[in-house]
């Protein structure tokens, strides 16, 4: 089967800027994939070049096969871009919008046409605003057409950049509960989001980019293996604190200590109690993305 994408030796200088530097990277058809990384990290660089938008100046880009370059028609219909920035044109309705956007696909007027159009603003809460202007709707309403525009043409693709920024727990709960159903229908699923919970609860796989390079890339929970470990953390009775030869680190009254399998939580415990402090309260944390996140960027041996 052939990869949802290739990006093979991808490059793209900014002047002084090196945006992208021979970016290697597959996504699977089928998968719910994360692009993470911090601002200038050259996200929105490569899902332009994905979408024809930014022309690399060396490397290969193909959506479902088709070359964005040389067979850049053929690409463009396999991909739907939920872009970070609200463009909207103001002079007609939610519907027209929509409408206009199928017809950029030479999706004719048609009953199948409207029934999914139909379906769309249904799955997106919009139906009640079909014939309202654009510019008559709210941050959030015009975050959600834009969502709609990249479906309209039900691309084997799609990519969110950013989707869920700035809105509301409504409207994110309404989009993942659709682009759920849409990836169990065999859609593959890009996502760029700062919001890492987000990340670590829908994509499978996930690439870190840093300064143009990826610079970690694995299943979701392989990383959280590879670079975070459980913590322990423990409150004690007002007075009592671990000697130095516990290895713990002290974050108000609260002491952490770090461990790898839930078998080592006992013996934790027992070196505690030994040293004769008395435990008033504990819990165990789970490693989560934004730890990893975290240090994966400030890492100088992060590697792909």
């Not at 959030?140 to 834009?146: A, I």
């Not at 819990?283 to 100088?300: G, I, N």
Request: one cysteine or more; proline letters at 4%.
């Amino acid at each position: 089967m052939i990869p949802a994408l290739r990006i093979h030796q991808v490059a793209k200088r900014y002047g002084s800027l090196q945006a992208l530097d021979r970016v290697d990277l597959e996504v699977a058809q089928g998968e719910f994939f994360g692009l993470l990384g911090p601002n200038g990290a050259g996200k929105t660089t490569l899902i332009s070049a994905l979408a024809g938008l930014v022309r690399p100046d060396s490397g290969r880009l193909e959506v479902m096969g088709c070359d964005v370059q040389s067979d850049y028609r053929a690409a463009r219909r396999q991909l739907g871009v939920v872009p970070q920035e609200l463009v909207f044109d103001p002079f007609f309705s939610v519907r027209e919008t929509l409408q206009i956007q199928a017809g950029y696909f030479g999706i004719a007027a048609s009953r199948e046409r409207d029934a999914w159009v139909d379906e769309i603003l249904h799955n997106l809460d919009l139906t009640d605003k079909a014939n309202s202007n654009m510019r008559t709707l709210s941050g959030g309403m015009k975050r959600r057409v834009l969502v709609a525009q990249a479906l309209v043409h039900r691309p084997p693709v799609i990519v969110l950049d950013e989707p869920t920024a700035g809105v509301d727990v409504e409207l994110r709960q309404t989009l993942w509960r659709f682009i759920r159903r849409l990836n169990a229908e065999g859609h593959t699923i890009v996502l760029t989001t700062h919001y890492l919970e987000e990340a670590e609860s829908l994509c499978g796989r996930i690439a870190m980019l840093r300064a143009g390079r990826i610079v970690a890339l694995d299943s979701t929970p392989n990383l959280l293996r590879r670079f975070s470990v459980h913590t322990l953390r423990l409150r004690l009775r007002a007075g009592d604190s671990l000697p130095a030869e516990v290895k713990a680190e002290r974050q108000g009254d609260t002491w952490v200590l770090p461990f790898e399998r839930f078998d080592d939580v006992e013996p934790l415990l027992a070196r505690v109690r030994a040293t004769g402090c008395v435990i008033e309260d504990l819990a165990t944390a789970q490693p989560d993305l934004e730890e990893v996140f975290l240090k994966v960027m400030h890492s100088e041996g992060a590697a792909a």
